[in-house]
């Protein structure tokens, strides 16, 4: 590469404060700006710089990196599909969570984003075994910060196990976490690719405890099944579920379901990563055991526009639409995040 002056050049954003422009090692953020807006987040345009480029700075003429080859940003104030600011300038929880913000001292929340090249493959882990009963499903409903499919837990009907897990664990609920738009809204990223929603389906330890509310606090207590949603063709098996959801509109408001196959809504592919985590919502408790599918499933796009007809709020009250209902990604710290499949260069195109 030669070496002639690279600048990385913005559009107006509404500043809080002076910060560095998104200069990367790679893809890496070093420096996440301080933005108006809350989850609206700046679209990044990435264009190649050479070595000893030099780079704007608030307030000077350019800083000088010399120690390797960057990538310059462009940002501007659009959607994005890069989840590439700091977590520290986002609020640290959705404004109407009515629990704590975070746990004090925890070393494995979640969600994560997780990196192909550091997850390492673990030939002992085997494909996970699901078996979910239709008849179980007893109802979905509003929880006033997404909505959530409820199940009867009380007999070994349904459940995973396999995989990373030593025990069985029933389905209590699965639900999902959207943006307002399709170019964000899930929870976990995978290399900074962020999809337009993310399915979780919340299991429980029946075998090391009594209930799930026992479980929810406890070692090994839960694990959570994570699917990507991606925009694509009509999921007829999911319309049986987005049909009754005009029912829920409001907070508190539930729809009779049933029965109804949770299984529809996994992908084919059984690859998956897994990592010891954390709740994304209150209580936060660090007692999950999260699998996550490699592959998406697609949706169409009314599908999803269908998730952001919800509310937030009651009857009579000022309507709040119920979009970017996930929560800021989490530090990876000492953990590590396990595949059942051996990387690809094709990760990255998933």
């Keep these: 590469m030669t070496a002639h002056s690279h600048r990385a050049t913005a559009s107006y954003i509404p500043w809080e404060k002076d910060s560095v422009l998104g200069v990367v090692p790679g893809r890496r953020w070093s420096e996440g700006p301080a933005y108006k807006g809350g ?128 025990n069985h664990y029933r389905l209590k609920q699965f639900h999902f976490h959207w943006g307002a738009v399709n170019e964000w809204g899930s929870e976990h990223t995978v290399d900074d690719r962020v999809y337009p929603a993310e399915l979780h389906l919340v299991h429980w330890n029946a075998v090391k405890y009594q209930n799930y509310t026992d479980a929810v606090t406890g070692a090994d207590g839960l694990a959570v099944v994570g699917v990507f949603l ?54 936060l408790s660090e007692s999950v055991t999260w699998i996550i599918h490699k592959k998406p499933i697609e949706v169409a796009q009314d599908q999803l526009a269908a998730f952001r007809s919800l509310l937030f709020s009651v009857p009579g009250e000022e309507e709040k639409m119920m979009v970017n209902n996930y929560r800021p990604l989490q530090p990876l710290m000492n953990r590590k995040v396990r595949s059942s499949f051996q990387a690809t260069h094709e990760g990255a195109r998933l």
Excluded at 268 to 276: F, L
Aim: proline fraction near 11%; charged fraction near 20%; glycine fraction near 8%.
């Design 39 to 166: 989850v609206t987040r700046p679209r990044v345009r990435w264009s190649q710089a050479p070595r000893g480029a030099r780079f704007p700075k608030a307030g000077s003429s350019g800083t000088k990196f010399t120690s390797f080859c960057l990538l310059a940003l462009r940002l501007e104030w659009r959607p994005c599909t890069m989840r590439v600011f700091s977590s520290l300038s986002l609020p640290p929880v959705h404004p109407v969570w009515k629990g704590p913000a975070s746990v004090p001292g925890g070393t494995r929340q979640s969600p994560i984003n997780i990196r192909w090249r550091d997850s390492v493959y673990d030939p002992q882990l085997q494909p996970l075994g699901v078996s979910y009963n239709a008849e179980a499903c007893l109802y979905v409903w509003n929880t006033g910060y997404l909505f959530q499919v409820e199940f009867d837990d009380s007999t070994e009907g349904s459940g995973i196990s396999g995989g990373p897990l030593e």
């Design 230 to 283: 991606k925009l694509g063709a009509r999921h007829e098996e999911l319309q049986e579920l987005v049909a009754v959801l005009p029912d829920i509109k409001h907070k508190d408001a539930r729809a009779a379901l049933g029965p109804f196959q949770p299984s529809c809504l996994l992908p084919a592919c059984q690859d998956y990563w897994t990592y010891p985590g954390s709740l994304t919502t209150p209580p």
